[in-house]
């Protein structure tokens, strides 16, 4: 079992606050390329994991009264997608929220057809600045990987859920057994590195990126924790040959 407070540590963080502003650092300096980055190395299947996580949660989108969270939101692609399940002309209220605030800038700035109906907000996934118990669903998507401590994350997300709220995290993970899993993991930590460095600016932004995915809690380690921090029918699907995984759950 992993330790309740472990989370992202970059080389040479020395403590969360140092894993944190690294974090910040290392995302503001590649927004310029990031999107075009997620694109191309996922071979546009980003896109697809965003749509397919947004169908999940339709019943909770298309509600006129829910409020969702996107947290950890980066340039909006998530938020955008769910937005996008809204009932046209009605459905939920959408916030993107994100501490790195140049992501925030291009996200704003999309020309998005559902770019209208989210609204963004600065925050803390640590210490978000929203009341208790406000929204219906919380998502993230490979995001919540780079918070600083993953049991303060979680209690953070369970605090700002209603009772009976649902959860969605979207993640990478380490893939399975067989041929194609291995291929993929010799891409994902031998060529993305070096193809994202050096399109990015930052060897060292994609060089954190596997790192930070073999460091993260396995499938049965986060539902554990998922179950400590006050949530029930955890379950996990899993895609792209078990690298890629959404993580879902609800708020006793």
């Not at 929203?130 to 401590?149: E, H, I, K, M, Y």
């Not at 700002?160 to 990478?172: H, N, Q, T």
């Not at 060529?191 to 050096?198: F, N």
Request: hydrophobic share 45%; charged share 25%; aromatic share 10%.
């Amino acid at each position: 079992m992993i330790e309740s407070t472990r989370g992202t540590r970059p080389e040479g963080a020395r403590d969360e606050r140092e894993a944190a502003a690294r974090v910040q650092e290392m995302f503001a300096q590649i927004t310029p390329r990031y999107d075009f980055l997620n694109h191309f190395l996922s071979l546009s299947l980003d896109r697809l994991w965003r749509r397919r996580t947004a169908r999940r949660f339709a019943s909770v989108l298309r509600r006129p009264d829910a409020c969702v969270l996107d947290l950890c939101c980066g340039t909006g692609d998530l938020a955008f997608a769910l937005a996008r399940k809204r009932m046209r002309g009605a459905g939920a209220s959408i916030v993107g929220a994100d501490f790195v605030e140049p992501m925030l800038v291009r996200a704003r700035a999309k020309p998005s057809g559902a770019q209208t109906q989210v609204a963004f907000s600065a925050a803390d996934a640590l210490q978000l600045p929203f009341p208790s118990g406000v929204f219906d669903l919380v998502t993230s998507a490979f995001g919540f990987r780079n918070l600083a401590n993953y049991d303060a994350g979680m209690r953070e997300i369970a605090r700002v859920l209603k009772r009976g709220g649902e959860v969605g995290i979207l993640e990478f993970s380490e893939p399975g057994s067989g041929p194609l899993a291995a291929l993929f993991r010799f891409y994902f930590r031998q060529i993305l590195p070096r193809v994202g460095g050096a399109i990015s600016g930052s060897r060292e932004a994609y060089s954190y990126l596997p790192a930070s995915v073999g460091r993260f809690p396995s499938p049965q380690e986060l539902a554990a924790l998922m179950a400590r921090c006050g949530f029930t029918d955890v379950k996990c699907e899993f895609w792209n040959f078990g690298s890629v995984l959404l993580h879902r759950a609800r708020r006793t």
